[in-house]
């Protein structure tokens, strides 16, 4: 049915999310799935996985996957009653990100089905619980009177009912089903029965807590919710609301029961604050389910508790939560430059790691100090202090650091190695790489050798065949005391206030910033063009994207010539023949940059991925289709005591 479909499924590596992506991959599907969790280790690489919050995933990424099947399951829930915090959880990860999502596919003309994980909490509980044990369970039929009974029942509920507000107008589109879900458990789960059984087999003679043991639930087993989801994708027929349940409750003594088959000194006892718990007794009514599917549910309660004991035997009883790497990030030289930094926090956010922000500055004062959320009044760059800068990072889980000044590049660079030794990557490129990007004489040498349009470079003004002149230090910043446009006499006078003058021909033409991204193996990731429409000392204040495809060929042979990697800026001119003439490199990101991340260009959440190990081929660079200009603004910020 599957086969060669493409597939994208929310919440990929959570307990039900693992078994349909398996099931998936083994029909043939094209699956593409995204979860907080790093990306499992047994995943088949053909799987593309998108490691973070997809409350940040975009409509270009999704619509360049060309969908044809969505299955919602990224969800967050407690197991027990939900916590005061769980009301920011709750909203970020459940009610956001189902907007969200269906905002970015509601139009995609690729989509044939949308299938949400929804569940049965959204039923009255008025229905199945009880002060007393009930004899016989509760069938919840979809026709039932609803009353979300917690936080999760009443962002299921809200988004259910926007896509039947969307289905009014995409119905001849694609359709919907809302599967709701009933009591769900499975491997590497933490639901009650597989923290039951991790209990047990640390100590097989454990008390079990339990409450109200005469509670009926309609367990269902992550391997048939999957297969339940599945079918009712490849139904043509089936929309709507259709419960997902196996149609036979079962009490909670019978798991006890089940357990203590495998677990003979096993005991429990009951609760006694579950006087105010009340009894459930609930099950599906699989009536729609089995019409549309033809199929029921397959595993008993017997197999699923044994699967999953056989499940925590084999790993010792140890739950793999496989919980997020905290990625702290340092960003050196902050002075004022906000945009950088809340373009970094906003990878960080992306990657929903939780992480801090560390922003250094020798200044004990930099505006951007009030853009972090830690502030570090660093010592200047020495190699005799190298020791101490070490020591702050790893004491501060700091795992990416981003230099953001030339005159800080080479002392990374130098250090690049020892600080990776620690477990610390540096967005930097190699020794020789910085010295040939800052050298600006050496960076035409290098350029010239590999045939590359560099603008002619001398220290020698009598080697340049020009009318006009433009006169600049040839290490560190480029408009660092530039002259520019000068006569032959004035080049020479402007030159004798410079350390170490190099000339160049004055060019007239358009000027370009092209920033491009280079993973750690050397790969060219992507390419942004932008004209440098308004610039006021060396910085663009507006900006606009363009396209350049011969830029973009232009830059890959010069990423080869540098070897340099992670982000870099070039300026080029174009001449009015349309030749190019590149200017310098600046190996590190740029003030405007920001429009490139804007326009595609994901430079700071590939690198965040880059310390995760992960292969970047699963996270396509997608430019932007139109137009972005960026105007650069200076904006206010208040500080509440």
């Known amino acids: 049915m599957f086969k060669g479909k493409r597939v994208f499924i929310s919440g990929g590596n959570g307990v039900i999310g693992n078994c349909l992506v398996r099931k998936l991959h083994e029909q043939g599907a094209v699956v593409f799935t995204g979860d907080l969790k790093a990306r499992p280790v047994d995943l088949p690489k053909e799987v593309l996985y998108r490691q973070g919050d997809l409350n940040f995933i975009t409509k270009e990424e999704l619509e360049n996957f060309a969908p044809e099947y969505f299955f919602h399951l990224a969800a967050t829930f407690e197991r027990s009653a939900e916590s005061y915090s769980f009301w920011d959880e709750n909203f970020q990860h459940n009610v956001k990100l189902s907007n969200h999502l269906m905002s970015c596919l509601k139009d995609?003309?690729?989509?044939?089905?949308?299938?949400?994980?929804?569940?049965?909490?959204?039923?009255?509980?008025?229905?199945?619980?009880?002060?007393?044990?009930?004899?016989?369970?509760?069938?919840?039929?979809?026709?039932?009177?609803?009353?979300?009974?917690?936080l999760t029942g009443v962002a299921k509920l809200s988004h259910e009912i926007e896509l039947r507000f969307i289905n009014e107008f995409k119905k001849n589109q694609y359709k919907i089903v809302s599967a709701r879900i009933y009591r769900g458990h499975g491997l590497n789960s933490r639901d009650i029965i597989s923290r039951w059984a991790r209990?047990?087999?640390?100590?097989?003679?454990?008390?079990?807590?339990?409450?109200?043991?005469?509670?009926?639930?309609?367990?269902?087993?992550?391997?048939?919710?999957?297969?339940?989801?599945?079918?009712l994708a490849a139904s043509e027929q089936a929309e709507g609301i259709i419960n997902l349940g196996t149609g036979k409750s079962r009490r909670v003594a019978d798991v006890l029961a089940i357990l203590q088959t495998r677990f003979p000194k096993m005991t429990y006892v009951e609760n006694e604050a579950a006087e105010d718990i009340p009894y459930e007794a609930s099950q599906s009514d699989n009536t729609l389910l089995k019409h549309f599917t033809g199929w029921s549910p397959e595993?008993?309660?017997?197999?699923?508790?044994?699967?999953?004991?056989?499940?925590?035997?084999?790993?010792?009883?140890?739950?793999?939560?496989?919980?997020?790497?905290?990625?702290?990030?340092?960003?050196?030289?902050?002075?004022?430059?906000?945009?950088?930094?809340?373009?970094?926090?906003?990878?960080m956010h992306k990657l929903g790691s939780g992480s801090k922000l560390f922003g250094g500055d020798v200044d004990s004062e930099p505006i951007g100090k009030y853009f972090v959320d830690e502030f570090w009044n660093m010592p200047r760059l020495k190699d005799e202090l190298i020791n101490d800068i070490i020591y702050y990072c790893t004491s501060n889980n700091i795992r990416l650091i981003i230099p953001t000044r030339d005159g800080e590049l080479a002392f990374w660079a130098l250090h690049k190695q020892l600080f990776l030794d620690k477990g610390i990557s540096i967005m930097v490129s190699g020794e020789k790489a910085i010295e040939n990007t800052l050298d600006k004489l050496r960076f035409f040498e290098v350029l010239q050798k590999q045939q590359l349009p560099a603008i002619y470079t001398s220290e020698n003004q009598e080697d340049i065949k020009a009318d006009s002149f433009v006169v600049k230090e040839r290490y560190g910043a480029g408009a660092l005391n530039i002259g520019i446009n000068l006569s032959k006499d004035a080049a020479a006078t402007h030159a004798r206030d410079l350390s170490a003058p190099i000339f160049q021909p004055f060019v007239k033409g358009k000027e370009y910033s092209v920033d491009a991204f280079i993973t750690k193996t050397g790969r060219l990731k992507g390419v942004v063009t932008r004209a440098r429409v308004k610039v006021v000392n060396g910085e663009s204040q507006i900006t606009v994207t363009e396209?350049?495809?011969?830029?973009?060929?232009?830059?890959?042979?010069?990423?080869?010539?540098?070897?340099?990697?992670?982000?870099?800026?070039?300026?080029?001119?174009?001449?009015?023949?349309?030749?190019?003439?590149?200017?310098?490199?600046?190996?590190?990101?740029?003030?405007?940059?920001?429009?490139?991340?804007?326009?595609?260009?994901?430079?700071?959440?590939?690198?965040?991925?880059?310390?995760?190990?992960?292969?970047?081929?699963?996270?396509?660079?997608?430019?932007?289709?139109?137009?972005?200009?960026?105007?650069?603004?200076?904006?206010?910020?208040?500080?509440?005591?």
């Open 108 to 150: 995609c003309p690729s989509l044939k089905k949308v299938v949400f994980a929804s569940s049965y909490l959204i039923y009255d509980p008025a229905l199945y619980q009880f002060d007393t044990p009930a004899s016989t369970p509760y069938s919840l039929k979809e026709t039932d009177p609803i009353y979300p009974r917690n």
């Open 199 to 231: 209990t047990l087999i640390n100590d097989e003679s454990a008390s079990l807590t339990v409450y109200r043991k005469e509670g009926m639930f309609d367990y269902i087993f992550s391997e048939d919710s999957a297969e339940g989801l599945l079918r």
């Open 299 to 347: 595993y008993t309660l017997e197999q699923s508790v044994n699967a999953i004991v056989d499940f925590e035997e084999q790993r010792g009883g140890i739950y793999n939560h496989q919980q997020l790497q905290g990625i702290n990030v340092l960003v050196t030289s902050i002075s004022k430059k906000v945009p950088l930094l809340q373009s970094v926090k906003h990878a």
């Open 547 to 641: 396209q350049k495809p011969q830029l973009e060929e232009l830059c890959n042979k010069l990423v080869t010539a540098l070897q340099v990697t992670g982000h870099i800026v070039l300026q080029v001119l174009e001449d009015d023949a349309g030749n190019f003439h590149i200017i310098e490199c600046n190996a590190r990101f740029g003030g405007a940059s920001t429009l490139s991340v804007a326009a595609g260009l994901d430079s700071f959440y590939w690198a965040l991925l880059e310390v995760l190990d992960n292969d970047l081929s699963s996270y396509p660079f997608i430019p932007r289709a139109t137009v972005i200009k960026q105007i650069r603004f200076a904006a206010d910020k208040l500080v509440h005591a």
